[in-house]
């Protein structure tokens, strides 16, 4: 199962549609993802409403997951159990600490996103989480392969992982068409809902591997246009963050968190 994946519905910097996504994990070999667009549900809401009125795709896993951008603690990856909505989960600019406590309470799971990858976007470079090493042990799993990471970071999160003692879960981080199918988790057992991959997550050791499956062949990037676009993305989440500050201040309230 790839475990961290982004559609074009739901993600303003991903160019694959859900179901291309789908078929072209099916080729690959694939049986399930986990839909974690950035701050939004769009993605698995746009195969929910496929799948309800044509079954083509059907006999494919798609687990409703998201990309969380914390205020202060970089990239989050949150489950919600079956059936469970939370509005503030999309509604970006939340300290870690709010999410882990939201999320734990909802009977969820969350785990930090390639946290030794880029910049404020991973948890292992932000202020936060290095003065607060604690909010580590509450996380449920370490994401330790990433097909975007550098090979350095990514054996810097698998070490995390054993030091913390916490599951470790792969994903493609998929935005491109060629990422797609790169990397996923190997379960030791049938994963069909978000039950399953929570019950699995909290039995520690469900995962059998957490790996790549082929080999990325990383294409040289114009350095200055990737800092633009990383710079451009932190400008659009701060203002996303404070815009939605009241927004976040009512789900607070009306939950009782």
């Given at each position: 199962?790839?475990?961290?994946?982004?559609?074009?519905?739901?993600?303003?910097?991903?160019?694959?549609?859900i179901f291309s996504y789908i078929r072209k994990l099916k080729e690959e070999g694939f049986d399930g993802m986990l839909v974690t667009d950035h701050n939004s549900y769009d993605g698995y809401r746009t195969w929910k409403q496929k799948v309800a009125v044509d079954d083509e795709l059907g006999d494919f896993t798609v687990l409703k997951g998201i990309e969380y951008d914390t205020r202060d603690g970089g990239h989050m990856i949150a489950i919600l159990p079956d059936g469970v909505k939370c509005r503030l989960l999309e509604l970006r600019g939340m300290t870690v600490n709010r999410l882990e406590h939201i999320v734990h309470h909802l009977g969820g799971i969350l785990g930090p996103a390639h946290p030794y990858g880029t910049g404020f976007f991973a948890a292992m470079h932000t202020r936060h989480v290095k003065k607060n090493f604690d909010i580590l042990k509450k996380f449920d799993f370490i994401e330790t392969f990433n097909s975007y990471n550098h090979p350095s970071a990514n054996q810097k999160a698998r070490e995390l992982a054993e030091m913390l003692d916490k599951p470790e879960t792969?994903?493609?981080?998929?935005?491109?068409?060629?990422?797609?199918?790169?990397?996923?988790?190997?379960?030791?057992?049938?994963?069909?809902?978000?039950n399953d991959l929570i019950t699995a997550i909290k039995e520690k050791y469900p995962v059998k591997e957490a790996r790549d499956f082929k080999e990325i062949l990383q294409k040289k990037e114009n350095l200055i246009l990737k800092q633009l676009g990383i710079v451009g993305y932190w400008i659009y989440n701060k203002i996303g963050a404070f815009s939605y500050t009241i927004a976040r201040k009512i789900e607070y309230y009306r939950h009782d968190f």
């Open positions: 199962m790839d475990m961290h994946c982004h559609t074009k519905e739901g993600s303003i910097d991903a160019k694959v549609d792969a994903g493609s981080d998929a935005h491109r068409s060629e990422y797609v199918g790169t990397a996923g988790t190997v379960f030791d057992r049938i994963i069909k809902c978000n």
